[in-house]
């Protein structure tokens, strides 16, 4: 039991990479606070999870409202007294030309996938430097490191992950905050609608949560501060 005791907060909970985090932390021994924007299927995993004696708190959050992610935090600490670790995960995805794209659109990837993860770290970082311990597992993607083609605001958003999250861990690490920036190539989830290049065999959520679970299960003293996560043999 790797994270035995250890309370973590995961956004993105109800499905894909976010789930089978939840799932494998809470082999591991973790208290889980769970959340998303869709109450009923965090109510069903959580269900499932109490079933095998893991305590689950459910606290549903749209990521790109600020008083939600205000709320997460403040329960979790309310609920268990402290937050060991959390997991950045929620995200969406939008593929198509830059030529095509709405401004809409882009102001949603990027209240989504950077502005809420700023959030939920500013208001987990209150109670982690009073702990003067804690874990951020920021889940990125390669599409943060390379460019892609008919995915630029996309792109944008992890790329200004990946410099937020490389900044903070020189900033927190002084007060023994471990920031981790997890960057996969395709997972095999919904996201982005199912959009995965063809033919190519890609990572499976659980292979994300096995990396999660390392990161965050080091001893106190070591951090690992990014992981590229490729398929081994992609074609
Ligand atoms: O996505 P998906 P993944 N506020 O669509 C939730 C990154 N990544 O697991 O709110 C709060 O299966 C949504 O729940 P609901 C990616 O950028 C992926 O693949 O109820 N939550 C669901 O639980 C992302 O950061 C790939 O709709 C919101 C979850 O987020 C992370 O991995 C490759 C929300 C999304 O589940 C998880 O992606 C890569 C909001 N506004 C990086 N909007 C890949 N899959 O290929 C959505 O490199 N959610």
Redesign the pocket.
Same mark, same amino acid.
């Given at each position: 039991m790797r994270l035995e005791g250890k309370v973590a907060v995961i956004?993105?909970?109800?499905? &894909? !990479? @976010?789930?089978s985090i939840s799932e494998q932390f809470a082999r591991e021994g973790a208290m889980l606070v769970l959340?998303?924007?869709?109450r009923s299927?965090l109510d069903a995993i959580a269900e499932k999870l109490r079933e095998t004696g893991v305590e689950v708190l459910v606290q549903p959050? +749209? %990521?790109?409202i600020e008083r939600d992610v205000v709320a997460l935090i403040a329960a979790a600490a309310r609920n268990y007294g402290k937050i060991d670790i959390l997991v950045n995960? #929620? @995200? !969406? &995805?939008i593929f198509k030309p830059v030529s095509e794209t709405g401004t809409d659109e882009f102001d949603a990837l990027f209240d %989504?996938?950077m502005r &809420?993860v700023f959030i939920a770290t500013r208001e987990v970082l209150r109670h982690m430097v009073e702990q003067n311990d804690g874990t951020i597992i920021n !889940?990125?993607?390669?599409?943060g490191k390379n460019p892609v083609e008919n995915g630029a605001v996309y792109a944008a958003t992890?790329w200004a992950l990946l410099g937020f999250s490389k900044s903070i861990m020189l900033e927190m690490r002084k007060h023994n905050i471990r920031v981790v920036a997890i960057?996969?190539?395709? %997972? +095999?989830?919904?996201? &982005?609608s199912g959009h995965?290049p063809d033919g190519e065999k !890609?990572l499976q #959520?659980d292979d %994300?949560a096995e990396a999660a679970v390392l990161a965050a299960s080091l001893p106190p003293r070591a951090m690992m501060s990014e992981i590229d996560l490729r398929p081994t043999n992609p074609k």
């Amino acid at each position: 039991m790797r994270l035995e005791g250890k309370v973590a907060v995961i956004t993105g909970a109800s499905r &894909g !990479i @976010g789930k089978s985090i939840s799932e494998q932390f809470a082999r591991e021994g973790a208290m889980l606070v769970l959340s998303a924007r869709t109450r009923s299927t965090l109510d069903a995993i959580a269900e499932k999870l109490r079933e095998t004696g893991v305590e689950v708190l459910v606290q549903p959050a +749209d %990521v790109s409202i600020e008083r939600d992610v205000v709320a997460l935090i403040a329960a979790a600490a309310r609920n268990y007294g402290k937050i060991d670790i959390l997991v950045n995960n #929620a @995200g !969406i &995805g939008i593929f198509k030309p830059v030529s095509e794209t709405g401004t809409d659109e882009f102001d949603a990837l990027f209240d %989504v996938n950077m502005r &809420g993860v700023f959030i939920a770290t500013r208001e987990v970082l209150r109670h982690m430097v009073e702990q003067n311990d804690g874990t951020i597992i920021n !889940i990125a993607s390669l599409a943060g490191k390379n460019p892609v083609e008919n995915g630029a605001v996309y792109a944008a958003t992890k790329w200004a992950l990946l410099g937020f999250s490389k900044s903070i861990m020189l900033e927190m690490r002084k007060h023994n905050i471990r920031v981790v920036a997890i960057y996969p190539g395709s %997972v +095999d989830t919904e996201f &982005g609608s199912g959009h995965h290049p063809d033919g190519e065999k !890609i990572l499976q #959520a659980d292979d %994300v949560a096995e990396a999660a679970v390392l990161a965050a299960s080091l001893p106190p003293r070591a951090m690992m501060s990014e992981i590229d996560l490729r398929p081994t043999n992609p074609k």
